[in-house]
């Protein structure tokens, strides 16, 4: 069964950085497309940043582009996300999501359990 955990939500101030990451076990990351998805209070969950699974494509959501940046970790069979220049519009609980066929899909396999991010003054 795999499993994802998600960490490194916080609070910040805007302008201000944050590395999210995402830990894999049951299996190997690079058998999986990766990606993160953020949901807003009462908003609907969008995909932030995805990875395919040979690493080679990455996708960001328009707003993040120039701002945040998607890696893996082959070795710690980790997933991060680096979060600069936040904006307040940026809170929200980031998911970390796993899928074995499908690139950035809303239904992926597996899912984390979240991490809040807060970006206030």
């Known amino acids: 069964q795999v499993q994802l955990v998600e960490s490194g939500g916080d609070l910040v101030q805007p302008g201000g950085s944050l590395r999210l990451s995402c830990a894999v076990s049951?299996?190997?990351?690079?058998?999986?497309?990766m990606g993160w998805f953020r949901q807003a209070s009462g908003k609907e969950r969008e995909a932030v940043s995805c990875?395919?699974?040979?690493?080679?494509?990455?996708r960001y959501l328009d707003s993040v582009k120039g701002r945040f940046t998607i890696s893996r970790d082959n070795a710690k069979n980790t997933l991060h996300l680096q979060m600069n220049s936040l904006k307040p519009e940026d809170t929200a609980v980031y998911f970390c999501?796993?899928?074995?066929?499908?690139?950035?899909?809303?239904?992926?396999?597996?899912w984390g359990q979240g991490t809040q991010v807060t970006v206030s003054s």
């Open positions: 049951g299996d190997s990351l690079d058998q999986y497309a």
């Open positions: 999501a796993a899928d074995r066929f499908y690139y950035c899909s809303g239904t992926s396999e597996y």
């Open positions: 990875m395919s699974r040979s690493g080679t494509s990455t």
